[in-house]
């Protein structure tokens, strides 16, 4: 079997699309076409269903899709063990939601490089939707993110419980506010794709407020940058507690409790199913149940 018949087939179903896979690929679509072509005649099956949505597996391509997934993740686990004998270094590359990526993983990798000198750790930080995306695609073989929904192809496992709070620069003493009040606030939230948005509109829509409802007055991909605008009290936002203790603590920022409105949520560290993880990604995903 061709790997990169496997690999246009595994992309293809990834992205629903002939056309955005052939980009990822950097393949024409009639060369991607081909390609998929090639691996159907070569299973004696017809594997996807084309249509104007897009494509849809067949029975047979459920079975070879799921074999792609284990066939694949082992050719990338035996390129980065090979990778690592060649350099006698160990190589760590772990994609992480932010607030966990920048407010409590350099704590854990600190501990970790003292047993561990000879791993190399790279962390990438990006949303919870674009850990997953990674993860599907081979970039990454590790991950840690917040609840989010299009998990399927991986295994998580809850590790820190956290909750979203409405906090600014003051509430003017106020321990609670309505819906009502909420609405009237600017507020600056993440981007839309983002897993706090996700659990924000999830809550919301319990108590039959939309988001179209709220005073947002811009969207921001770095809560990091978000904190520094609410700090300078150019509005409210809905952030992780874990990204700030700190503030909370000093008396920088403050939080109000808005009635009806929890949000809870855990960190989990993912990987894909079927993926055999190295010495060091199995230590440091074992580190974190502990």
């Known amino acids: 079997m061709d790997f990169q018949y496997l690999e246009s087939f595994y992309a293809a179903v990834q992205y629903n699309s002939i056309s955005k896979a ?30 104007n949505k897009g494509v849809r597996l067949t029975e047979e391509g459920k079975v070879v899709y799921n074999y792609a997934v284990t066939v694949l993740s082992l050719k990338g686990n035996v390129r980065r063990d090979l990778k690592s004998l ?3 270094n160990s190589e760590l590359i772990i994609g992480s939601c932010h607030a966990v990526g920048e407010y409590a993983l350099p704590c854990s990798i600190y501990l970790f490089k003292k047993v561990y000198k000879n791993v190399d750790i790279h962390v990438k930080l990006m949303n919870s939707a674009e850990v997953i995306q990674r993860l599907l695609d081979h970039t990454i073989s590790l991950g840690i993110l917040q609840d989010y929904p299009g998990t399927d ?3 998580t496992q809850k590790i820190v419980p956290d909750e979203l709070v409405l906090a600014g620069r ?9 819906l009502e009040e909420l609405k009237k606030l600017p507020l600056i939230l993440r981007e839309k794709n983002s897993s706090t948005m996700y659990l924000l509109e999830k ?29 300078a009290g150019k ?20 939080s109000v409790r808005v009635a009806r409105l929890k949000i809870l949520f855990h960190y989990s560290v993912a990987y894909r199913k079927g993926s055999v993880l190295s010495a060091p990604e199995k230590k440091f995903y074992e580190l974190y149940l502990l």
């Open 153 to 155: 192809g991986i295994v």
């Open 22 to 51: 052939a980009e990822a690929l950097h393949l024409t679509q009639p060369g991607l076409s081909r390609q998929l072509k090639n691996l159907e005649n070569e299973m004696g099956s017809e594997l996807l269903e084309r249509s």
């Open 86 to 88: 060649q350099e006698k």
């Open 235 to 254: 509005g409210y936002s809905f952030l992780p507690k874990l990204m700030l203790k700190k503030e909370l603590k000093t008396g920088a920022l403050q």
């Open 203 to 231: 809550a919301l829509q319990k108590e039959s407020v939309s988001l179209r409802d709220l005073h947002i007055i811009y969207n921001l991909d770095s809560p990091g940058a978000i904190k520094s605008s609410i700090s």
């Open 170 to 178: 003051t509430f003017s003493g106020k321990e609670e506010i309505s």
